[in-house]
């Protein structure tokens, strides 16, 4: 335990673990392969390049993100304070200027004595050396084969397929029924039917609608098992009718007939406030979704809690490798943070890079690992991604669904998130009692 510890990929993961490991007097060896190999992605060589948005979600209190990012601040988080200096106006969310966050965490990291930069790929991981794995979800092919060997060729996905969510409450009971497909089982699934000149114009409004402009590095070579739905309807006016919006089996109780089409919403969690479309990931604009997607019988008024994705992205099978620390079971030196490890989005990039550094240096000093708790964002996200079912895994941002719910019910909303978020904070501030956190200051 004498050695730096190794941080891979200077994003906005490793970035932040870098710096928690150097803030706990902990040396590191920084690796960043850019510009030496560049990405198809990355235009600079500068750490933590904002590459897509340069928006770090909602700062409106009593969100989700805005609960992540509040935790971050109180544990000391780099990327958090130069973030708030490099803002610029964007409403209610944090917005950056990306150029100048960029170069500023460069900088400030390159000051840092206690880090080591090493601008290289790295291809090989040492079997004795503590390492952050933080390479996110361009990481290289010949690093992406070295941790195939670690884990196993089978926990390692190249692409992502996620259906829309929608809020429970949302959803107009009047116009949907309960049903499980030739009744096998208990009615489980919402069913929202069509008739005939609905599913036209909902097939007419979903060919015309604009899909994410690609970038060469995000093209995919589709599965046919994960087609969005638009490359679906685009193969004839029918073939939705016999895939995902298949009604066979699905007869309405009220009516006693047989929809023409019908689109399933599928419980998401226990507390079932929550549904995901079922087989209706997409590759669409999230205002597109949300005006198609809308013509769904039932849905006219739907809160979306997520929409739809297909894109490129290298990530773990994180329930399967992971413990709550984000150590591999199998070979507790290596952690993973960032995209890689089974998150989406900045903000919970650079959460488990924080989280990443605090515990590579416990590590390396022989200290005691104490995960995130559970009421926590910091604990809920990684909860999620080390504890939900292996088969179905798929990289989640912060919502309040991944929060656990309040022993209590409470009806309205805001205040229902008002008291998770208080109770989170709550907890996460004996967490950093309880780990030493208040020690560390964030920077000047």
């Known amino acids: 335990m004498t050695k730096p510890v190794r941080v891979i990929g200077a994003g906005l993961a490793g970035s932040e673990a870098a710096w928690q490991c150097a803030r706990r007097g902990v040396p590191v060896e920084l690796f960043e392969m850019r510009p030496v ?20 979600k909602s700062d409106s209190e009593n969100t989700a ?43 400030v990291l390159s000051r840092q004595p206690r880090i080591t930069i090493r601008r290289e790929e790295v291809t090989r991981l040492d079997d004795e050396q503590i390492t952050v794995i933080a390479t996110g979800p361009l990481t290289s092919d010949a690093l992406s084969q070295e941790i195939q060997r670690l884990s196993g060729a089978e926990h390692l996905s190249f692409y992502d397929s996620i259906s829309p969510i929608v809020e429970a409450d949302s959803i107009d009971q009047s116009r949907v029924y309960m049903a499980a497909r030739y009744d096998k089982g208990t009615a489980d699934y919402i069913n929202c039917p ?54 066979v089996g699905l007869k309405d109780p009220r009516t006693g007939r047989t929809p023409y089409a019908v689109v399933q919403l599928r419980q998401e969690n226990l507390r ?62 290596l952690l993973f ?83 998770q978020c208080g109770r989170a904070l709550l907890a996460f501030d004996g967490w950093l009692q309880q780990i030493g956190v208040s020690e560390v200051r964030p920077p000047v």
Request: include cysteine; charge should be neutral; charged fraction near 25%.
């Open 194 to 247: 069509m008739a005939k000149e609905e599913y036209d114009a909902f097939l007419d409004a979903l060919l015309a609608a604009q899909s994410v402009e690609e970038r060469d590095w995000e093209k995919l070579n589709y599965f046919e098992g994960c087609l969005p739905i638009e490359e679906i309807a685009r193969r004839g006016r029918d073939t939705l009718r016999f895939g995902p919006m298949k009604p």
């Open 337 to 419: 943070a960032g995209q890689i490890c089974g998150v989406e989005g900045y903000v919970e990039s650079i959460a488990t890079g924080l989280m990443g550094g605090i515990f590579a240096a416990a590590l390396r000093a022989g200290s005691d690992l104490v995960p995130a708790p559970r009421e926590s964002a910091f604990g809920s996200l990684v909860h999620y991604i080390t504890q939900t079912e292996a088969r179905h895994f798929q990289p989640a941002n912060i919502t309040f669904d991944l929060l656990p719910a309040l022993e209590t019910r409470v009806r309205d909303r805001q205040e229902r998130h008002r008291q």
């Open 65 to 107: 993100p805005w609960l992540l990012k509040e935790e971050m601040r109180r544990a000391g988080s780099l990327l958090m304070e130069i973030a708030r200096e490099c803002a610029v106006p964007a409403g209610h969310a944090l917005a950056v200027d990306r150029t100048t966050f960029a170069a500023k965490v460069t900088e």
């Open 272 to 333: 079932a406030d929550s549904y995901n479309l079922v087989g209706f990931q997409n590759h669409l604009k999230f205002g597109e979704q949300a005006r198609v997607l809308r013509m769904i019988p039932g849905l006219e008024n739907a809160k979306f809690l997520r929409y739809g994705q297909i894109h490129r992205n290298t990530y773990i099978n994180a329930p399967t490798l992971l413990q709550p620390t984000l150590q591999m079971k199998e070979r507790s030196h």
């Open 37 to 56: 190999r560049p990405t198809p992605a990355h235009q600079t060589g500068d750490f933590a390049e904002l590459v897509c948005s340069n928006s770090l």
